[in-house]
């Protein structure tokens, strides 16, 4: 199957941005979506707390960042997303919850050039299972490293394959079990469609290989339940 171009991507999350935007429901069609956004952000404010800038890559509408400001009151934030509706809803909901400047850069992160050791914590929600290539992989570990300053952190909560196929038949199983008993059958189809559609997600130990090969000293596993996982990386 020929994948969903970035436009094509794009344009979907134009025109799905309340879904992305309700810090008290999370994103729906993620399993234990409110305690992946506690443990990253709990991780990245444990890790840094002293903190002053956090970098929010595929943003969508803020969630990850809202909560993280809970935690780290008035952080300079940047957000990143390839959606323009998504960044003007994030930076509307953040910008009324810190003190600090909000500045947003309309990109795909594959393309987007970072200042070097600028960030104490970047967190990336639910994005990086659009990547494609080994190569692409890579390279944006390898970014997410040289952006970020000595000491600080890079938290990953995303969709997940599994390596052995007989895994990943049950863990897709589980997680259709999920999708049903949330909605319907007719939702679980929906969610199925448009991942395989648009997404390539790779496995927990493989990120976590890139990750050390960017040069993160230290590496951590914060959960994972059948198809979705945290972790992350301390420079």
């Not at 809202?66 to 953040?94: G, H």
């Not at 969610?191 to 890139?210: A, M, W």
């Not at 050390?212 to 596993?221: C, K, L, M």
Request: hydrophobic share 40%; glycine share 6%; charged share 20%.
């Amino acid at each position: 199957m020929t994948k969903s171009t970035v436009a094509q991507i794009r344009n979907r999350f134009d025109n799905d941005v309340d879904r992305f935007s309700n810090l008290e429901t999370g994103q729906t069609a993620v399993m234990d979506t409110l305690l992946l956004l506690d443990v990253v952000t709990g991780a990245a404010a444990q890790i840094n707390p002293q903190a002053s800038h956090v970098l929010d890559v595929g943003c969508g509408g803020g969630n990850f960042t809202m909560r993280l400001l809970q935690k780290l009151p008035n952080l300079n934030v940047t957000l990143v997303d390839l959606s323009a509706p998504m960044l003007e809803r994030a930076k509307s909901r953040v910008a009324k919850v810190t003190s600090g400047q909000v500045d947003t850069q309309q990109s795909d992160i594959r393309e987007l050039t970072l200042p070097t050791a600028q960030f104490d914590v970047i967190l990336a929600g639910s994005v990086l299972h659009h990547l494609r290539t080994d190569t692409e992989w890579q390279a944006v570990f390898d970014k997410f490293h040289a952006a970020l300053k000595p000491g600080g952190s890079v938290w990953v909560s995303d969709l997940i394959e599994h390596d052995l196929p007989q895994i990943q038949a049950l863990m897709w199983a589980r997680y259709g079990d999920y999708l049903v008993d949330f909605q319907d059958e007719a939702y679980r189809d929906k969610v199925y469609s448009y991942i395989e559609q648009e997404d390539t997600p790779k496995s927990v130990l493989y990120q976590i290989d890139r990750i050390r090969q960017a040069g993160f000293s230290q590496v951590e596993i914060l959960h994972k339940n059948s198809c979705f996982a945290a972790f992350g990386g301390v420079k």
